[in-house]
C-alpha cells in the first residue's frame, strides 16, 4: 500500500506575513570542471540556495533546493566546461521550476581555488589559495524567468598604510637634518625603504556576466591583487621575503585607494560590458595597531563607474 504523506508547507501560516528568503546554506559537493587540453579543476564549492514565500504558503518544499544544486552538479560532471556562475544560473532555473509558488530564487556560490606562482626571487613553485565567487538571481516577469548572474573572487594581500609612513618619513627626516645639508638628506630619504604599519587585506570584486559575454575568475584575482600594496606568498625565503617588504612600502595604499584602483583596472580590463552591468568592489583590511578593521566599498553600473572615471580626464 502507498502511503501520501501531506503537504504541511501547502497550509496557511499562521502569521500570513511574506518571507524574502527561505530555503538552505552550506550545501557542499565535489565539482570537476574539464578545460579541454589545460588541467581540469577540482573544486569544492559551498551553495546557498534561496527563494522567496508567498504569505499564503507556511513553508517550501525544502527538499528540492539541494536537489536542484545535485541535478546541475551532476550534469556539469559528464560536460566538457562551464563556467560556475553559468551553473549558478541553471540551478536558478531548475529551482524556480520546482518552486512554482516563488517568484524569486537565488544561488551564491564560493569555493576555495589554488593557483600556482613562483616566489619573486628564489621563483619557488608554490600553491596559493584564493576563493571563487559566483551567483546567480532569477526572478518571474510575464511568466518567463530573467536570470542575472555574476563571477567573483576574494584575495588576500598586503596593504602599506601611507599615513604612518609618511610621519615616520618626516621625524627622520628632521633627525637627519641635524647632521646633513637638504641635499644629502633629500638623497638619503630618496633611497632608503621607511617604514609603516601592515595590513593583511582582503580585496573583493564581483562582475555581472552579461548574456554571450565571459569574465574570467582569473583575471577578476590579478585585479585584485595588484590593486594593493603587495601580493602575499605562502612559501618567501628570505630574499623574497626582502623583496615583498620593499616593494610593498614603495606601494602605500589606503583602504580606499584599493577600492579605487580596482575600479580603474576594472574599467580599463571590461569596458566592452553593458552600461548596466553591476559591479561590487570591497576591501577589508585587518589592521595591525588598532582593534578596529577598516572597510571601504563601490557598488554601481558599469555606466556609473566609466562616467566618474571619465570626469576626472
Known amino acids: 500500500m502507498v502511503v501520501c504523506f501531506p503537504d504541511t508547507q501547502d497550509n496557511m501560516p499562521r502569521v500570513p506575513v511574506q518571507l524574502t528568503r527561505v530555503g538552505v546554506t552550506g550545501v557542499k559537493k565535489l565539482l570537476k570542471i574539464e578545460r579541454g587540453q589545460k588541467r581540469p579543476i577540482i573544486l569544492i564549492p559551498t551553495f546557498d540556495a534561496f527563494v522567496d514565500l508567498p504569505s499564503n504558503q507556511r513553508g517550501i518544499h525544502m527538499s528540492r533546493s539541494p536537489e536542484a544544486i545535485s541535478e546541475v ?29 516563488a517568484k524569486m530564487a537565488e544561488v551564491r556560490m564560493t569555493s576555495d581555488f589554488i593557483l600556482m606562482k613562483s616566489s619573486p626571487v628564489t621563483k619557488n613553485k608554490t600553491q596559493e589559495m584564493t576563493k571563487i565567487i559566483a551567483n546567480a538571481i532569477g526572478y518571474r516577469e510575464n511568466n518567463e524567468v530573467k536570470i542575472r548572474k555574476s563571477i567573483g573572487a576574494e584575495v588576500v594581500g598586503m596593504t602599506v598604510c601611507p599615513c604612518a609612513q609618511e610621519s615616520v618619513m618626516e621625524s627622520d ?45 582569473e583575471d577578476i584575482i590579478k585585479i585584485i591583487e595588484d590593486s594593493m600594496s603587495s601580493p602575499v606568498c605562502e612559501l618567501l625565503k628570505r630574499p623574497d621575503e626582502n623583496a615583498v617588504v620593499v616593494n610593498a612600502h614603495k606601494k602605500p595604499a589606503f583602504v580606499e585607494d584599493c577600492v579605487r584602483n580596482m575600479v580603474e583596472k576594472i574599467i580599463q580590463n571590461y569596458s566592452y ?41
Open 73 to 101: 552538479v551532476e550534469e556539469v560532471v559528464t560536460t566538457s566546461s562551464i563556467e560556475v556562475e553559468s551553473l549558478c544560473a541553471e540551478i536558478v532555473n531548475i529551482m524556480m521550476s520546482k518552486h512554482k509558488y
Open 173 to 217: 627626516k628632521q633627525k637627519l637634518l641635524e647632521f646633513l645639508d637638504e641635499e644629502t638628506t633629500q638623497k638619503v630619504l630618496d633611497t632608503v625603504t621607511f617604514a609603516s604599519h601592515n595590513q593583511r587585506g582582503i580585496g573583493t570584486v564581483l562582475i555581472e556576466v552579461p548574456e554571450n559575454q565571459n569574465v574570467r575568475g
Open 273 to 313: 560590458l553593458p552600461d548596466d552591468t553591476f559591479v561590487t568592489v570591497r576591501q577589508v583590511n585587518e589592521e595591525s595597531i588598532h582593534r578596529h578593521n577598516a572597510f571601504a566599498e563601490k557598488v554601481a553600473t558599469m555606466g556609473e563607474l566609466k562616467a566618474e572615471i571619465d570626469n576626472l580626464k
